[in-house]
């Protein structure tokens, strides 16, 4: 009997131990943090310089690479070499990555998985009304749509002489009075621009 008040004590300090360490517990639970995920993309998105890729050639883990694309907009994978990335799809990137293998490996099979995507713009400069930067949607975006973006021309914009500056150092140029006139041919589509392009608006 008389050690009833130490059992009973006893059973309090344990009760009250469980009681404090059930909510730490808990607490570490929700305080991990989730793994670090590739980024959920549609197969409509364009890639782009500065993307990181993870491409997998089927039983070769020497061909299978985690790649960068560069400035120029090109990865280069052995047996393939140089292969144009930006402004593909990653389902049009491994067919190129395919055919290029097809001369050393009998039906290659190719995965390519977007890693992680760096932000894609485009630059308006000059005669507009909201010059600076644009995001593109899904890596993609005509020149009339970054134009509309833009805001418009200003009053002192010439609409016939747009220049395009191209990251690989090409320039085109576009008229925006043709592309937008009468006799234009609506079935063709308006000139792509691509990432890191600069449109400059005399």
Same mark, same amino acid.
């Given at each position: ?8 004590? $006893? *059973?309090?300090?344990?009760?009250? =131990?469980?009681? +404090?360490?059930?909510? @730490? ?7 991990? #943090? ?44 052995? $047996? *393939?070499?140089?292969?144009?990335? =930006?402004?593909? +799809?990653?389902?049009? @990137? ?7 293998? #097809? ?100």
């Amino acid at each position: 009997m008389k050690n009833r008040p130490f059992v009973s004590t $006893l *059973a309090a300090a344990l009760a009250l =131990a469980v009681c +404090t360490l059930a909510p @730490l517990a808990a607490t570490d639970k929700d305080d991990k #943090k989730p793994l670090p995920q590739a980024p959920t993309l549609n197969d409509e998105y364009r890639l782009g310089p500065g993307d990181k890729l993870r491409i997998e050639v089927y039983k070769d883990a020497q061909l299978s690479q985690a790649l960068q694309i560069r400035p120029d907009g090109k990865v280069t994978l052995p $047996l *393939a070499g140089d292969v144009m990335a =930006a402004g593909r +799809t990653s389902l049009e @990137l491994r067919d190129a990555i395919a055919e290029s293998l #097809k001369e050393y490996i009998a039906n290659p099979v190719v995965t390519v998985i977007v890693t992680e995507t760096a932000p894609q713009l485009v630059y308006i400069q000059g005669e507009v009304n909201k010059p600076g930067a644009i995001p593109l949607v899904n890596g993609r975006m005509s020149i009339l749509q970054a134009l509309a973006v833009a805001g418009g021309f200003t009053d002192f914009a010439n609409k016939k002489n747009i220049l395009i500056m191209r990251k690989s150092g090409k320039r085109e140029t576009f008229n925006y009075k043709d592309a937008v006139g009468d006799d234009y041919d609506n079935r063709r589509e308006p000139l792509q621009l691509l990432p890191g392009d600069t449109v400059v608006v005399k």
